[in-house]
Structures are given as structure tokens and as C-alpha cells.
């Protein structure tokens, strides 16, 4: 294996957080790693709602965080969430200083959507539906402006190496089929969520928690990783991954159907389209479980404005031969965002020395049992910043690097049947019998195929969900339906493996 030495920090993931922590190391050396090229292969690219931020004269930062507590289900941090709220404004000006085009009023303030749970409509857009693209396109180009950052596509990560003490030296990347274990004074892990765990995502499917995993492998405390966020609105065609009909087509008044052209969502909440994502998901879900099926119709809301509104919706559905301005679009229920992750602090401190965490393999405690629309592009803006500029303050402790935990590959075939059974087992309903026929087939795929860090992954969101016997936010459990009182999951991975959480009583 080759060995290196980076005089400075190692950023590893380029979606919005990771990005934005390799900016704010500044002037300190970045050596940023990324398994895709830049902008391919991070959901932040693929984000369409756009960043909630209190802007509006009618809004303000406590309002936005008493949203976004409220949609957490009990277990959001307060502090943190006005925190999240506060800082919000001054970082959706930041990125429309680096030339991130949001929508602008005829008065030149910024225009604002609603989406679901929002008390406001406060969700800053670009071009409709295309936030994400946009702002990475403008984050992108200051990186690769910068003379502090040098970008190393390719390589992925395959190891947290440490030194005697515990504290994270550095990470293991494999590019083009070698192995390089690079030291650094810290590691800032932004590698996104776990949306390719399931056969149904709205996530590049490249993104199947190994941040979450080595980390976990490393001894770092994880919480929530229980809390998987299913968005209700994929567009049901069958594809890997499932293209996204933007939530802010129900904010625009585009409405839910059954094959019948009924609408349901009254039945199940009295926000109807609006209710939180997590009841509108299991609506839908029970919908088509029912066999009623379910569409989204924006016939009326967008009507012939939709190619204009929501380009990128409207050429997913032309692909495949669906005019959304005549027709409605069939939905699916598709993982979207995980709620959990390595535990961090507001300045990205995770429990091991020398490893920082941001963005959506984080878990800060901003989004609790249920995130708040629009606020993971936010959370990654203002946490990847602050993450950066904590992580530029470590100096090199200069130990050596002990031999470090590289896990097997999974082979797709069995990838195919881990993705399949946790769309099954650990989606948007749970129970304690398909939980445990989930940590069965993960078992058996363990014995056959070795600690491949997907599998790892997956363990920590079927154990956790197997423990928590209440039903909260995302988190539904069939046999489990009621409240118990709030408590967060804080876990480690030696409590994982023990065999009291892997196989509770039925
Ligand atoms: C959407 O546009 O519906 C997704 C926004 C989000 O997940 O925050």
C-alpha cells in the first residue's frame, strides 16, 4: 500500500457539506476525496426543493426552528435547531455571493416556496426545481478556484486508520484498484446518506453508508440511525434511482389521487397534501398497498406552466412518455435522506479525536424522527462551514497509523438482495418480524460475503429499529404504534453486535 502525508485536512465526500467544510479550512491545506467526479454522485446536486431560510418580513429564525423541532417528532436538539435557523440567512447569502442563481422577486429579494410543515413558505429556489444543481454548480466552481483545495476523484474510501490512543490519523482510499493510506491532521467525513441500502431511492445510488460504517467500525458514537426519511413523491418508473417529484408541487397545490382520480390525503390527515412527509408517505404506501394506487396530479396546480416551474420533474416524466401537464404522475414512497449518522457536535466533532463529521452522514440533531423539507441543503451549508473550520485548528499529533479495518467488497448480487430486503423489512413501515428476518438475511449475507461496510451500514438501521418498540416521525412500527416517552439513540458498534439488539423478542 502506498503511504502518504497530507500537511492539513482530509475532506471526504463532495456533496454541498463537504464542499463547503473544504472552503472554511482556509488557509489551511484541503486534500478533498471523492469516489465520483465533482457533482456526480452526492444528493446535494440532486436536491429540487431548494434551502429553507427564514427571509421573508413575516418570518423569522425561531419560527423556522419551531418548524423544524416540530416536525422532528420530539427529538430534535432545540439549541441546535436555532442554531440551524439563525444561521440560515447569512449562509443562503453566502452561496448567492459565490453566484448560486436563487429566484428572485420583482423587488429583488428572494422568492420563497412553501412545503409541507412549514409555517411560512421559506424555502429559497433556483429556477423552480433546479436548487440543488445550481448551488452546487457555484460551490464547485470556488473550490476548484481555490488554492487551498486539491480535488482527488476517484478515490473512495475504504478505512479510518488510527493510532494507539484511538484518534483517527487519516483514511485509506482505493483509486483505480490500488490502496493509499493518507494521514492528516484530521479527516472531515461528508459522505452522505444510505439511500443505495434500498431498492427504491431518490439518492445516487452509489450512497450506501460507508462513512456511517467505518466510522462505526472505528468506535465512534452513532445516533438515530434508526430514522430513515422515505420521501412520498418518487416518480414510479421503475428506474435506479427513482427520479423526484419535488414536494413543492403540493405547495404549489398539485394534488394526490388514487387510480380512480379520488383524492385520499383527507383520510389520513387534516393538512391533507401538506401533513408531514412521514404520514403522506405511509398514505401512500397504504394506498397502493390497499392496490388503489397513487398519483400526483399537477394538472390544475402547474397545468402548462410546468415545464417552466419544475424543468427537471417535467423531463423525468417526458422520458418516459408521461406529459405531467395533461397526466397524472405515478408516485412511490422511495428512501430520501437518513436522519441518523455519526454523532457530531455543532462544529462537526465526532466521539473519536481527529474525526469530524457534516451534512447527511452526520447526525447533529437538527432533524430528529423526521426532517423538515429543504433543511438538509441548510444543515449541510452551515455544519460543513463550521466542521471545516474546527477541523482546520487540529494539528498533526504525529503518531503512527496503526494497520486499520478494510472491509470486503459486497458483490452486487448480494447488494441486490440487501437493498431489496431493507425496502421490505426497514421501510415505511416496520415490525419486529421483518426486522428480524432483515438482521437474518444481513447475518447470512455477513457469512458468506465478510463485514462489507454496506452490510454494517444496514445493521445499525435494522438493529436500532428493532429496539425502538414506539412509532415516531419516519419510524413506524406496525406492532409498535404508540408514543413511548422521547429519548434519542445514541449507540456504538460493539452495542450493535451484541445479540440482545440484534434479536429482540418477537
Ligand atoms: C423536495 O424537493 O421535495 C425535496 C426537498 C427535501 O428533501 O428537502
Redo the contacts with the bound molecule.
Keep these: 500500500m502506498q503511504r502518504l502525508q497530507h500537511d492539513g485536512v482530509l475532506v471526504v465526500g463532495a456533496g454541498l457539506a463537504g464542499l463547503s467544510a473544504a472552503l472554511a479550512a482556509a488557509p489551511r491545506r484541503v486534500l478533498l476525496l471523492t469516489g465520483a467526479p465533482l457533482n456526480h454522485g452526492c444528493s446535494s446536486a440532486w436536491?429540487?426543493?431548494?434551502m429553507?431560510v427564514a427571509l421573508a418580513p413575516d418570518d423569522n429564525p425561531d419560527l423556522h426552528a419551531a418548524d423544524t423541532v416540530a416536525a422532528g417528532a420530539g427529538l430534535v436538539d432545540p439549541a441546535m435547531a436555532r442554531l440551524l435557523a439563525a444561521e440560515g440567512p447569512a449562509a443562503v447569502h453566502a452561496l448567492a455571493a459565490l453566484g448560486a442563481p436563487f429566484d428572485r422577486a420583482a423587488d429583488g429579494t428572494f422568492a420563497q416556496s412553501l412545503?409541507a410543515a412549514h409555517s411560512r413558505a421559506r424555502v429559497a429556489r433556483v429556477k423552480g426545481?433546479q436548487a440543488g444543481r445550481a448551488i452546487m454548480e457555484a460551490v464547485t466552481a470556488a473550490v476548484l478556484a481555490a488554492p487551498h483545495i486539491e480535488v482527488r476523484a476517484g478515490a473512495r474510501l475504504r478505512g479510518l486508520p488510527q493510532d494507539a490512543s484511538g484518534r483517527v490519523r487519516g483514511v485509506i482510499v482505493e483509486q483505480d484498484g490500488a490502496l493509499t493510506e493518507i494521514t492528516a491532521a484530521a479527516v472531515i467525513l461528508a459522505t452522505g446518506g444510505v439511500g443505495g441500502l434500498y431498492a427504491v431511492t431518490t439518492t445516487p445510488a452509489e450512497l450506501r453508508g460507508e462513512g456511517l460504517a467505518l466510522a462505526a467500525l472505528a468506535g465512534a458514537r452513532i445516533a438515530d440511525p434508526e430514522f430513515v426519511?422515505f420521501?412520498p413523491?418518487a416518480i414510479d418508473l421503475g428506474r435506479d434511482p427513482a427520479p423526484?417529484a419535488?414536494?413543492?408541487l403540493r405547495g404549489e397545490g398539485a394534488v394526490l389521487v388514487n387510480a380512480d382520480g379520488q383524492r385520499f390525503m383527507a383520510r389520513y390527515h387534516p393538512a391533507a397534501e401538506l401533513a408531514p412527509r412521514d404520514v403522506v408517505a405511509r398514505a401512500i404506501h397504504a394506498e397502493r398497498e390497499a392496490g388503489r394506487g397513487a398519483s400526483l396530479d399537477a394538472r390544475e396546480a402547474a397545468g402548462a406552466h410546468f415545464p417552466d416551474e419544475f424543468p427537471t420533474v417535467f423531463a423525468a416524466c417526458l422520458s418516459a412518455g408521461i406529459d405531467p401537464r395533461v397526466q397524472p404522475i405515478p408516485i412511490v414512497p422511495a428512501c430520501?435522506?437518513h436522519m441518523g449518522g455519526i454523532d457530531a457536535d455543532a462544529d462537526g466533532h465526532t466521539s473519536l479525536s481527529g474525526l469530524f463529521a457534516a451534512g447527511e452522514c452526520a447526525s447533529v440533531g437538527v432533524h430528529g424522527a423526521n426532517?423538515l423539507?429543504?433543511?438538509?441543503?441548510l444543515e449541510a451549508a452551515v455544519f460543513g462551514v463550521r466542521a471545516g473550520a474546527a477541523a482546520a485548528r487540529e494539528t498533526d499529533p504525529e503518531t503512527p497509523a496503526l494497520p486499520a479495518v478494510i472491509p470486503p467488497h459486497l458483490p452486487a448480487e448480494a447488494l441486490t438482495r440487501l437493498r431489496q430486503a431493507m425496502s421490505r423489512d426497514a421501510g415505511v413501515i416496520r415490525d419486529a418480524a421483518g426486522l428480524n428476518r432483515l438482521l437474518a438475511a444481513i447475518d447470512a449475507l455477513e457469512a458468506a460475503h465478510g463485514r462489507a461496510a454496506s452490510l454494517v451500514a444496514a445493521r445499525l438501521v435494522a438493529g436500532c429499529a428493532l429496539a425502538r418498540t414506539e412509532s415516531r416521525g419516519a419510524h413506524f412500527r406496525a406492532d409498535a404504534t404508540a408514543v413511548s416517552k422521547p429519548r434519542r439513540t445514541f449507540v456504538t458498534w460493539a452495542d450493535i453486535a451484541a445479540p440482545a439488539l440484534r434479536y429482540a423478542a418477537e
Design positions: 436536491a429540487q426543493g431548494g429553507a412545503e426545481d426519511q420521501h413523491t423526484l419535488t414536494e413543492a430520501h435522506y426532517r423539507a429543504s433543511n438538509s441543503l
